[in-house]
C-alpha cells in the first residue's frame, strides 16, 4: 500500500504540472507542465538529468517537440518557463534537460562534452569512451520522453545557447547522423571549426571528429544563430585566447566566422550545405530570447 500511494503521488506530481523533482514517469503519463528525472541512458544512469516539459492542451501524437539546452546558469526550468506562451501559440511542445553542477560539473563535461579526460589538453590516451560524451543523452531523452508522453515524433529539433551551443555544434559535428531535425547552435561563445587543419578544441584535428564525413554534417537543417546586439568583446564569459580571437572579436564576429567558414569549406569539397546564419535583431546575449525567436523561426 505505501508503494503504491508513493507511486499514485509521483503520478500526481506530474500531471498537476508541479516541479518538485520526481522520479521516472511510467509511460504515457505526461500532460501539462512539470518534470521528470531521466536515467535511462545505461553509460551515464549514474547521473541523472531533471527534465523540465511543457505540452501544451490539445498536443497530440504528432505534435513537435523543441528540445532546449540551457548554458552556464544551468537553468532547464527557467527556459522552459520562458517558452510556455510560445508553445502554446505554436502548438509545440518544449523539453528542457538540465544538466546539474553536481553531476556534469565544469566546462569540460557540459561545453566540451567530456570527449576528452581535458578537452584543453587532449591527448589520444586520455579519450574517453564515446558511450560516455555528454551529448550521447540527447536521443535518449527523446526516446524516453515519447515513451512517457505518448509523442510518436521520429525526430526534435534541438536549440543550444551559448555553453549550450558549445555542446550542440559538437553534438553535430561528432554525431551527424543523432536523431534530431533541425540544430540551433545560439551565440556560442567559441566553436570547434570543421577544418582538420586546426588542432582540437578549436578546431578537429586529432579529435575523433576528424574521421567524420563533413558531408553528414553540412547536410543538416543547422542554423546559427546570434543576437545581432551581442557584439561586447568584454562580455562575461566570453573566451579570449589566441584561437578563440581568430575567430573574432565578439560573439557576433565569432558565428559569422564559425558560418563563413563552414560555407567555405563545404564548397571546396562540393558538398551540399543546409546551414543558415541568423542575427536576431534587438537582442543581445539573452538565451530565452533567442530561444523563443527559434521557435518562431522553425513553426
Known sequence: MRVAFSFFLATLLLVSG???PSTTPPANILTGTGNFTFTGYAPLADKPIACFYHIPVGSTATTPVFMVVHGTGRDGKEMRDALISTANQLKIIVLAPEFSETHYPGSNIFNLANIFVDGENPSPQTLNPESIW???????IFAGFKAFSGNASAQYDIFGHSAGAQLVHRFLQFTPNAKF????????GWYMMPDATIPYPYGLKDSPAEAVNSADYFARKTYVMVGALDTDPNSFNLRHTPEADAQGN???????????EAFAIAGSKGQPFLWQYVAVPNVGHDGNALAIAAANMLY
Open 181 to 188: 531535425n533541425r540544430l540551433i547552435t545560439s551565440a556560442a
Open 134 to 140: 555528454t551529448f550521447q543523452v540527447f536521443d535518449p
Open 250 to 260: 565578439n560573439r557576433v564576429e565569432r558565428a559569422q566566422h564559425f558560418y563563413q
Open 18 to 20: 508541479c516541479d518538485t
